[in-house]
């Protein structure tokens, strides 16, 4: 399965203004804001998504939201893949894995199929974003 849909809920919204970002706004359109199921981690600087647990999360209260956007280069992912640490060239164990995943439109609630990059380390002692919102304020690089 492939699609040309990126899920974005870090660094890389159209808020953020810094080489990496701008090369990928170049590169796409922001086809607006929307969410997916999941728990957001501040990691450092930048955020990192997981998955919704099963267990006795309230699902009311675990969403990522981001931006979707569409890709019109395909080797634009490859560029994003160097920039997440997670190329076949980059060392291992990847800090992010892109996948796809189900994501919601806020617009129109319509769900899409997009390729997000999820966070693969433990989250014990990490930060939760409880309201699942990364913010520029968080960008102290």
């Known amino acids: 399965m492939s699609t040309d849909l990126l899920f974005v809920y870090g660094t890389l919204m159209s808020p953020f203004d810094h080489p990496n970002a ?7 359109r922001c086809l607006g804001a929307a969410r997916m ?7 450092s ?6 998955d919704r647990p099963h267990e006795s999360i309230n ?16 080797q634009l992912f490859d560029e994003i893949d160097r920039y997440e ?9 990847h800090e992010y894995l ?3 995943r189900s994501i ?3 617009e129109k609630s319509e769900w899409q199929i997009a ?16 309201d699942g919102h990364f913010r520029t304020e968080y960008f102290k690089p």
């Open 85 to 93: 640490e997670c190329s076949p060239n980059d060392r291992r164990p």
């Open 115 to 130: 390729w997000v990059y999820l966070y693969q380390h433990d989250p014990q002692g990490l930060e939760r974003i409880m």
């Open 37 to 43: 199921p999941g728990l957001l981690y501040r990691i």
């Open 98 to 100: 892109r996948v796809i």
């Open 22 to 28: 701008r090369q990928f706004h170049a590169g796409a």
């Open 45 to 50: 600087w930048y955020p990192g998504a997981m």
């Open 104 to 106: 919601e439109t806020i």
């Open 59 to 74: 699902p009311e209260d675990s969403w990522v939201h981001g931006e979707l956007w569409r890709v019109d280069n395909p």
